[in-house]
């Protein structure tokens, strides 16, 4: 049966673990699988800006013996021309999967509907599932392990990133923290999601409005924009109210001594984050970005061995 990936939980816990496991795999050994030789071609649609996942997800799908074709949405019929699931129905007869980067999570849920072929979410305005597969792999490779281990978010709890720490934490047995204002608490319905799949993996979910307290201990540290792509009017606004959750390192210096830090990038050097954590010795931005890489070659790798 065809799989989607279109939030951290369209997969079970042990799914996420297997898709790790072949990610360190294929770091180790680039060009050892050949999902899409011939080459098959595999979509990326994007609705929204991106440096990192355009990169990975082209290089991903060349090193696994396809071709990417890469769309803007802007010169496409897709946004308000033509319905996801149209252009889905005449995708799928010609690609082996679709990747799409956009706005409401409910067109990729119609993407999905109406096509056969796997629907991956390259970032939506609720998730962004591929991150948080490079995330994981990158504190696995820090830290050992993942299970047990207390991950904080600070600023903006309702963001894609937010939810996905959130639902893709839990499910690798994390302790997830979310420091943030109680107006921007990331959406209940998810946290539920997440706190019933912690139930069974061990892990846990706090919502904590003090930022040194949600900071005491952790052993990863973790930011994002405070300004999501879609949310540029609200940008002073936002300034004002999330200041207080700014990675600094005097919060950093409440964190375990060997906490790390990390951002799926962009930054905005001085606002989420000063500029000597973001660049100090304890941050693994750069390794955290390179597995997009390894990450998304893995899931695809998985996904259309699901068919
Ligand atoms: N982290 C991330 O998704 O970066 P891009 O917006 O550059 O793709
Ligand atoms: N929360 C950010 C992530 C960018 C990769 C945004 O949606 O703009």
Request: contains cysteine.
């Amino acid at each position: 049966m065809t799989r989607h990936f279109l939030r951290d939980d369209s997969i079970t816990p042990a799914e996420q673990s297997g898709i790790l496991d072949l990610a360190a795999e294929l770091k180790a050994d680039r060009f050892a699988r050949k999902p899409l030789e011939g080459p098959q071609t595999v979509a990326v649609i994007f609705d929204k800006s991106s440096t990192r996942t355009r990169v990975s997800f082209a290089v991903g799908i060349a090193d696994l013996g396809g071709s990417p074709l890469i769309i803007s949405t802007a010169s496409s019929q897709l946004g308000g021309k033509e319905t996801p699931a149209d252009t889905a129905r005449v995708l799928e007869r010609q690609v082996a999967a679709i990747v799409w980067r956009t706005y409401a999570q409910s067109g990729l849920e119609q993407m999905a509907e109406g096509t056969s072929v796997p629907v991956v979410n390259a970032l939506s305005d609720d998730f962004h599932p591929c991150q948080l597969l490079a995330d994981l792999l990158t504190i696995r490779e820090h830290k050992g392990s993942t299970a047990g281990r207390t991950l904080t978010f600070f600023g903006d709890g309702q963001s894609n990133m937010a939810h996905s720490y959130v639902l893709a934490g839990a499910m690798a047995g994390m302790h997830v923290r979310v420091a943030a204002p109680a107006s921007y608490s990331p959406r209940a319905d998810i946290v539920a999601d997440a706190e019933r799949i912690a139930v069974e993996t061990g892990g846990s979910v706090s919502l904590i409005s003090d930022a040194r307290e949600a900071a005491a201990g952790a052993d990863v540290m973790i930011t994002d924009t405070w300004v999501s792509m879609g949310k540029e009017e609200e940008k002073q606004r936002r300034i004002d109210e999330l200041g207080g959750y700014k990675v600094t390192a005097e919060l950093m210096s409440l964190a375990a001594d060997d906490a790390i830090f990390m951002h799926c990038l962009p930054a905005d050097r001085g606002y989420e984050v000063d500029a000597e954590v973001i660049d100090g010795p304890q941050s693994v931005i750069w390794d955290e970005a390179e597995n997009r890489l390894h990450a998304q070659k893995a899931l695809l790798t998985w996904i259309l061995e699901q068919d």
